[in-house]
């Protein structure tokens, strides 16, 4: 079974995008956290996103400014396997890209079941409330970033039943960021 | 000016209360967190709660069974001095208490101004909103528990302009609990 897990940047008041649906404010210039991200990136595993966020990263990762700001987090970025959900046919262009056929949440439970690297979902957030009400994922990472949007996205919007979780790894960051993984408890 | 700080347990959707208004979900038994806790009521300052936080607080840590569960607690609970906002007159019964008269955020700011120890307001989500927003909360304190309540009552609710934040400390218990402690940026 692949593992699927689910890496968000949050605000204080529990936003994973502004009221606009930009994430402008969860970027940070630290270069210990960019590395972190790098390390992130450079790992073999798939991505999963929702229309909203692939939208989002498929017009910058390939540019050529992502390359030159960015250059490792972009190489991996534009390498990855992409699995996009969305409810209407789309075409695609960003490399490596394969839009998942059928409905949620068992789209993705035959995705876990088939061979092939671990699946990390990005942002995407109301994707992630339908995949943790079913039970389907199987690691939360939250970048916890030092401000208060004031009305956005709020995050496990939709979801049904509480969810317990457990702490394995906090790490803060010079910047104010503090990352935080959970597994289901 | 006496310092204002901010104390609210959160869960992972942002709430600092269930649906129902209970805090029960923020709990925790971890002995290392209770060492926090109660160091934290051994200081000498003042306490400012808004009525919900108030009433629930007045009905606990003065019974028998508060200063069995949690001896070092309930007794600075009961012996520091507590400001009340209620939009009603009422008549407070538990020890030390003083009703803040006039409307918000004078009425702080005012006891701000007063000769006095630093000031904790406790849980209280909706007067913390409103006293952000007029810029009086010099510190934020956050506990993020490790569950998604999945509906419940949102910090920062009503708070018109975002408030960017600098972290000053986080920490992690093994009960999963993260402090995390911010000032204005």
Redesign the interface.
Known sequence: MRKLSAFLS?S????FADAAGGVD?AHSDDPEFQRFVADNARGGGALLMGRVTYEMMAAWWPSEAARQMSPVVAEGMNRMPKYLVSHRPRNPEWAHTVQLAGALPEAVRALKGEAGPDIAILGSGSLVSQL?GAGLIDE?Q?V?C??????GR???EG?????????TE?R?FAS???F?R?RP?
């Open positions: 949050l204080l008041d529990g936003c404010w943790a939360f939250f916890v030092p401000l208060v949007l004031a009305g709020k995050v496990f979801l049904e039943d509480a969810l317990a979780l457990q702490l906090s803060s104010g960021q503090v935080l959970y408890a």
